[in-house]
T-cell receptor, first 115, second 114 residues
Framework: ETGVTQTPRHLVMGMTNKKSLKCEQHLGHNAMYWYKQSAKKPLELMFVYNFKEQTENNSVPSRFSPECPNSSHLFLHLHTLQPEDSALYLC??????????????FGSGTRLTVV | QQQVKQSPQSLIVQKGGISIINCAYENTAFDYFPWYQQFPGKGPALLIAIRPDVSEKKEGRFTISFNKSAKQFSLHIMDSQPGDSATYFCAASSNSGGYQKVTFGTGTKLQVIP
């Protein structure tokens, strides 16, 4: 168990569906991130939340909508997706304060397939 | 613009051999260089990391070599084992507004054959 839990592990959705991905961490970290992992491409940062406030939106289409109700939970709401959005979506957390341990803790990801 | 370049894309090494993965970066603001290991069906996990004021860091069979002037760093896996077969990502990060901004390489798929 990595300390970062993502659900569901697998998701198949139609282009007109609405679904949500959930991420939960119990590490006491202050920052949470959504990444997209596609084959043969670098990990793409989508959103960053620092102390529940969105601090970065990396030019992500509006069909992806993040939500961070508290420092332990992060959601990614999906609607009217395209087939090219099929990928592994990874959640990560880290300690935001300088001088503490660095590095992300990743969840196992949600494998999303858009049909 | 890809700020962290990683090579090779794939690597096959015999058991007991040395696996070497290379990375180069462009942004001199990066101040932390982690390596992540990812097994199929899992998220990446932090393996080992180095700061730019150190030229080498060793943890068990894993060693990072860092060349600040050349803006290059590499991962060496000594005595490679079949259990090391995974995808390895180099990364570079900096603190940005109180959180870590990490740029990843494209990954190297390592296969260690018996």
């Amino acid at each position: 168990e990595t300390g970062v839990t993502q659900t569901p592990r697998h998701l198949v959705m139609g282009m007109t569906n609405k679904k949500s991905l959930k991420c939960e961490q119990h590490l006491g970290h202050n920052a949470m991130y959504w990444y997209k992992q596609s084959a043969k491409k670098p990990l793409e940062l989508m959103f960053v939340y620092n102390f529940k406030e969105q601090t970065e939106n990396n030019s992500v289409p509006s069909r992806f909508s993040p939500e961070c109700p508290n420092s332990s939970h992060l959601f990614l709401h999906l609607h009217t997706l395209q087939p090219e959005d099929s990928a592994l979506y990874l959640c990560a957390s880290s300690q935001a304060s300088p001088g503490t341990g660095r590095g992300y803790t990743f969840g196992s990801g949600t494998r999303l397939t858009v049909v | 613009q890809q700020q962290v370049k990683q090579s090779p894309q794939s690597l096959i090494v015999q058991k007991g051999g040395i696996s070497i993965i290379n990375c180069a970066y462009e942004n001199t603001a990066f101040d932390y260089f982690p390596w992540y290991q990812q097994f199929p069906g899992k998220g990446p996990a932090l393996l080992i990391a180095i700061r730019p004021d150190v030229s080498e860091k060793k943890e068990g069979r894993f060693t990072i070599s860092f060349n600040k002037s050349a803006k290059q760093f590499s991962l060496h896996i000594m005595d490679s084992q079949p259990g090391d077969s995974a995808t390895y990502f180099c990364a570079a990060s900096s603190n940005s507004g109180g959180y870590q901004k990490v740029t990843f390489g494209t990954g190297t798929k390592l296969q260690v054959i018996p």
